[in-house]
């Protein structure tokens, strides 16, 4: 949670400075969120072999927690576009360090019948620092006059916090005993044991993530409609209410075997989403848009670790979720090229049109091939 308080100050923040301050054009700015997100969940491929081949996922996630805090410090002393991006991709990488390890450490405590649920609270709190980062930037732009630099130092203070209790307060459970440990280590052989129920949550998860292209162009739309560089960051604590809220109860209802009708309904809040910003033409229609963007997210991203954890083998799942995250950062990659290239060449409203036609496509597949979900998700 404190991390995402950190980093979401940062992220509300970012695409304006790079616009605003720095002068870099939108198909820019969706290259390098495209680059910096794909980037981290390239290394959690990485991390995620690593983890399982050691058997051991604190090391890795206090590593990632750490470079994400040490990159916070650049943001405010950057003095170029350059600099900026550069510390963008060492914070994904970061990310990218931390990531599969620490679900793959969840999946490991928590029992199979309450995993949806705490995938579910997992995200909940994230999203809570996700509410509270675009506060603190729009407090933080509001008290230092609109000062960027300024701003980004009060990232600091968060990252530094969580990496502390992470290293003090967090215990891995003991695998000395767990017959996990007496079992050879993974080899690149043993992916074929994650079988057709992983491959088929991969698809579906990537599928989405090409229709959903990076939430800095929320911020954007938010910009052009009219609403002040300062107030823009209300957008991502639009969209992170309602993702909060959402995130737990949704996780409860995949552990008792609505995944799938979850799911449909996460690509149905997409699409509209979607519609209602590509004809947004004030700030409260942004702001709704968002709302129902975080519907979707609340809907769908806890339940598809859910089903990553429960489709994988238990020795292999920082491995599946290494690869199950560099399918999406792929996906990720294009959509976010894609996305700004249309706002650029066309305009927003296009952008946000394409997303929601991808989207239906998807929600048509899944429709037709997702019958077991439900009953993977509950764990049965």
């Known amino acids: 949670?404190?991390?995402?308080?950190?980093?979401?100050?940062?992220?509300?923040?970012?695409?304006?400075?790079?616009?605003?301050?720095?002068?870099?054009?939108?198909?820019?700015?969706?290259?390098?969120?495209?680059?910096?997100?794909?980037?981290?969940?390239?290394?959690?491929?990485?991390?995620?072999?690593?983890?399982?081949?050691?058997?051991?996922?604190?090391?890795?996630?206090?590593?990632?927690?750490?470079?994400?805090?040490?990159?916070?410090?650049?943001?405010?002393?950057?003095?170029?576009?350059?600099?900026?991006?550069?510390?963008?991709?060492?914070?994904?990488?970061?990310?990218?360090?931390?990531?599969?390890?620490?679900?793959?450490?969840?999946?490991?405590?928590?029992?199979?019948?309450?995993?949806?649920?705490?995938?579910?609270?997992?995200?909940?709190?994230?999203?809570?620092?996700?509410?509270?980062?675009?506060?603190?930037?729009?407090?933080?732009?509001?008290?230092?006059?609109?000062?960027?630099?300024?701003?980004?130092?009060?990232?600091?203070?968060?990252?530094?916090?969580?990496?502390?209790?992470?290293?003090?307060?967090?215990?891995?459970?003991?695998?000395?005993?767990?017959?996990?440990?007496?079992a050879r280590r993974p080899s690149w052989r043993d992916a074929r044991r994650l079988g057709s129920r992983y491959a088929y949550v991969v698809a579906v998860a990537a599928v989405l993530t090409l229709a959903r292209f990076s939430e800095a162009f929320l911020v954007l739309r938010a910009q052009n409609v009219g609403v002040p560089v300062a107030s823009a960051p209300w957008v991502m604590v639009a969209m992170s209410v309602v993702y909060a809220a959402v995130a737990y109860p949704a996780g409860a209802a995949a552990d008792r075997g609505q995944g799938r009708r979850l799911l449909c309904a996460g690509f149905a809040a997409l699409i509209v989403a979607d519609l209602v910003l590509a004809q947004a033409a004030s700030a409260a229609v942004v702001y709704a848009g968002a709302a129902i963007w975080g519907l979707h997210m609340g809907l769908t991203q806890g339940l598809l670790a859910a089903l990553v954890a429960a489709a994988a083998p238990a020795d292999l799942r920082g491995t599946a979720f290494g690869v199950f995250n560099l399918v999406c950062g792929i996906a990720l990659l294009i959509a976010s090229a894609l996305a700004g290239a249309l706002w650029d060449w066309v305009g927003p409203a296009t952008t946000f049109y394409a997303g929601a036609g991808l989207t239906g496509v998807g929600l048509l597949l899944f429709a037709l091939g997702g019958r077991d979900v439900g009953k993977l998700a509950s764990g049965a």
């Open 1 to 182: 949670m404190c991390m995402d308080l950190s980093s979401e100050l940062i992220h509300s923040l970012l695409p304006l400075y790079m616009a605003v301050g720095l002068g870099a054009s939108t198909l820019v700015i969706g290259l390098v969120e495209g680059v910096a997100e794909s980037l981290a969940l390239v290394v959690k491929v990485a991390s995620g072999v690593l983890s399982d081949w050691f058997r051991a996922r604190k090391p890795l996630v206090v590593l990632g927690y750490g470079l994400a805090a040490v990159t916070k410090l650049a943001f405010p002393l950057a003095p170029t576009l350059g600099w900026v991006v550069g510390a963008r991709f060492a914070d994904r990488v970061g990310k990218g360090i931390r990531g599969a390890p620490r679900d793959a450490l969840i999946a490991d405590i928590a029992p199979a019948d309450l995993r949806g649920a705490s995938f579910g609270l997992r995200q909940a709190l994230d999203t809570v620092g996700g509410i509270g980062g675009p506060l603190l930037a729009v407090g933080a732009m509001a008290y230092f006059a609109g000062d960027f630099r300024a701003a980004f130092w009060v990232a600091v203070v968060p990252a530094a916090v969580c990496v502390a209790v992470l290293v003090f307060g967090v215990r891995e459970p003991d695998r000395a005993n767990d017959e996990r440990g007496a």
